[in-house]
């Protein structure tokens, strides 16, 4: 009762007030602020793609930017993409250090995760990148132009090379006869010799060419590894058939691969065959490398490391460091200057294989305050000289020392190494010259920073064993790998993403220093660990390989781009990025669009961007900005700043439609699409975006759709 009493004391209160009160009242007319009402009708355009008139654009794509992570996870900016754009480049997912592993296989699960999201939601895909020199994954690629290390078995040869070493060829034999020649300094290695076998012009069949080796022995019950080394003058293919086995015609993996086929490869590189057998049937067999497949071919048989030996045989030699490779952990110890050391993850060793043993440094100091050190189980020799080798590299520039040491730390010293930040490998001598040397002592105080020692090798003179072959590949060589790579990749990813209609072939070709040149790793001052320049061992051409691969692997109606940034900035640069293409179409390429970057300021030279799209344009192809963000240049923008910047977006559509003829306009893609944050890795801090932090659209989020609305 008392809450209804207090309700009518209350009403009846209200009553007398109005009672008294003038029957014309004072109004208030509050006035939302400018900025709040300003926000309010932005809020109310429709989405961006909206504003583009299909019917006479019905060719013009409007893309954003996203990551493949937020696009297939199908949050916010999966929503934001598909609502407002037609097409969307992927940042980063793409791109080869993303794909290719550390061993060179592709992981292509995420790139078809993100083709069914963007086929159910219909919007199309621009591909981004096939060819760049940056976001790489350089170190796999830099793998395949290491040296050729061969490390021969270290247990004894079963074949009887002597008549292969005198030339009297003794136990072997060839059809057709005196078809052998021995070459000298032809095979792997300096003074290494090779057999030289040509088939002949009316070669059709394997047995047209065979070399026969001599017998080898065996023993019952056990397995036998084959290894040689194999080059041609031009494409061709061998097989291996034996005498003395129950298959004498078996399918073999030639290659490691898990594979067994008829035949192998060869081309004019170098290249391991390695397999093993033991289906025998007698005491010994043989084979025969029977290479009559094509007609006219010469090949080459590295005899050094011809080697067929028994698995289960008896070592010649052991390595005085065990598990030098660093496989099963580590045997070394070490201390100093705050150092640290360990073994490094799988696929950081010598070749992206393996492990690594690691010492950290953290500041120069005396050579011997930083030191690791691998104890023996019994001391060296005195007065015996021992070969130590090794593989290095480091992330800075420095130097490392290695000797063998005494408890009264008297030593041999190896001598000085200079290490840098490629893998190098090192082998050198010294001799025992006491009787307690008993460690092996590595010294890091010059060196600042992280050095990776992998392979470590201690071998006295005496001792016998394998042989190390290092065979350091040339300019040719290399070329052909490096094509070989680039074909792998453009041809896996044309064709895993056949969705793709329009691709980003060839990315930032042209050098800013020298606009008429193209970029490279020498003129590269600040090189990073994902930068690799494929124009350095393919030449200019590398782009026309790219887009005729592209062409070779993708479907008829792909549009290829290529592609580069600063253009408005530096005319030379556009003027040097057109006689590029005309360069790459005169060599037998198609380059369907030019593509220019566009991550301009709001103070950004107005006559410079005009002319830019002029220029493309010339060219007839068809023309793609393919990367526009406005950047503001302070720290708070100021509504007057937003507007400069609105203002901005709406000039590059206006200078795209007056001066890039219709037939002509493939799109504008917005790449920064909202403000990035102080700790983002794009544009941090600058407000470049069409939406702010929150995705509230901006200024520049409204007169970008009404100039859209005029194309």
């Known amino acids: 009762m ?305 080697y067929i030996y028994d698995t289960q045989g008896d070592p010649i030699v052991s390595n005085l460091v065990e598990n030098g490779d660093f496989e099963t952990g580590t045997g070394w110890g070490g201390w100093g200057n705050g150092s640290s050391r360990g073994v490094t993850e799988d696929g950081l060793g010598f070749g992206n294989e393996g492990s690594a043993f690691f010492v950290t440094n953290p500041t120069l100091a005396d050579y011997y305050l930083v030191q690791s050190v691998y104890e023996f189980s019994e001391n060296l020799d005195n007065a015996e000289t021992y070969t130590l080798s090794f593989w290095v590299k480091g992330d800075a520039e420095g130097i490392i020392r290695p000797e063998l040491q005494s408890p009264d730390y008297s030593a041999d010293s190896f001598g000085q190494i200079t290490v840098n930040q490629d893998w190098k490998r090192v082998e050198l001598e010294t001799t025992v010259t006491a009787d307690d040397r008993g460690r092996l002592l590595f010294s890091y105080g010059e060196f600042a920073g992280t050095v990776y020692i992998d392979n470590v090798s201690l071998v006295s003179a005496s001792g016998g064993g394998g042989s190390t072959t290092i065979l350091n590949r040339e300019p040719a060589v290399k070329q052909a790998i490096i094509e070989e790579e680039l074909e792998r990749w453009i041809s896996t990813m044309v064709t895993t993403a056949s969705y793709i209609d329009a691709w980003d072939v060839v990315n930032e070709p042209m050098d800013d220093g020298n606009p008429y040149e193209l970029k490279s790793r020498e003129n590269d001052s600040d090189i990073t660990s994902d930068e690799f320049y494929w124009q350095d061992y393919l030449g200019k051409d590398y782009a026309v390989k790219a887009f005729k691969l592209a062409r070779q692997y993708g479907k008829p109606e792909d549009l290829l781009f290529i592609n580069d940034y600063n253009l408005e900035y530096n005319l030379d640069k556009t003027k040097g990025l057109i006689e590029y293409v005309e360069y790459i179409e005169s060599n037998g390429a198609t380059v369907d669009g030019i593509g220019t970057q566009m991550h301009i300021s709001i103070d950004s030279e107005r006559s410079n961007i005009a002319e830019m799209f002029q220029l493309l344009a010339e060219t007839g192809k068809l023309i793609k900005v393919s990367e526009l963000d406005v950047k503001t240049n302070v720290s708070e923008p100021t509504a007057d700043v937003l507007q400069q910047q609105a203002e901005m977006y709406r000039y590059v559509v206006e200078a795209y439609k007056e001066h890039v003829p219709h037939s002509q306009r493939y799109g504008i893609t917005i790449w920064g699409i909202s403000d990035s944050g102080e700790d983002a890795s794009w544009l941090p801090g600058e407000f470049q975006g069409l939406w702010d932090e929150n995705f509230n659209r901006k200024p520049a989020y409204k007169s970008f759709a009404e100039a859209l609305e005029e194309l």
Request: net charge negative.
């Open 2 to 306: 008392k809450y209804l009493d207090r309700l009518l004391f209350c009403g009846g209160l209200f009553a007398l007030v109005s009672s008294c009160a003038d029957p014309d009242p004072l109004e208030f007319n509050v006035q939302k602020p400018e900025g709040i009402e300003a926000q309010e009708k932005i809020n109310e355009y429709a989405p961006l793609k909206s504003y583009l008139d299909s019917t006479s654009n019905s060719n013009f794509k409007l893309g954003g930017a996203v990551s493949i992570s937020d696009y297939i996870n199908k949050g916010l900016m999966y929503r934001l993409i598909n609502r407002n754009f037609d097409e969307f480049t992927v940042g980063y997912g793409m791109k080869h250090g993303a794909i290719v592993q550390a061993d060179g296989s592709m992981a292509l699960s995420q790139l078809k995760e993100l083709i069914t999201a963007a086929k159910e939601a219909g919007t199309s895909i621009y591909g981004h990148t096939l060819t760049w020199h940056a976001n790489q994954n350089a170190s796999y690629l830099n793998s395949l132009l290491q040296p050729l290390i061969i490390e021969s078995p270290s247990i004894p040869n079963d074949l009887n090379k002597t008549g292969l070493i005198d030339s009297t060829f003794t136990g072997f034999s060839t059809n057709p006869e005196n078809a052998l020649t021995i070459i000298e300094n032809e095979g792997i290695g300096e003074g290494s010799h090779a057999i030289k076998l040509t088939a002949p012009s009316t070669a059709t069949e394997p047995e047209d060419l065979r070399f026969s080796t001599s017998q080898i022995p065996i023993v019952e019950g056990h397995e036998y590894e084959v290894i040689f080394y194999i080059k041609s003058d031009k494409q061709g293919e061998g097989r291996i058939s034996f005498e003395g086995l129950n298959e004498n015609l078996p399918l073999i993996d030639y290659t490691g691969e898990g594979t067994s086929t008829e035949t192998f490869q060869t081309d004019f590189s170098w290249k391991e065959v390695r397999f093993r057998v033991s289906d025998f049937v007698g005491e010994s067999f043989s084979l025969n490398f029977d290479l009559g497949y094509q007609p006219g071919v010469t090949y080459y048989i590295d005899i050094n490391n011809l």
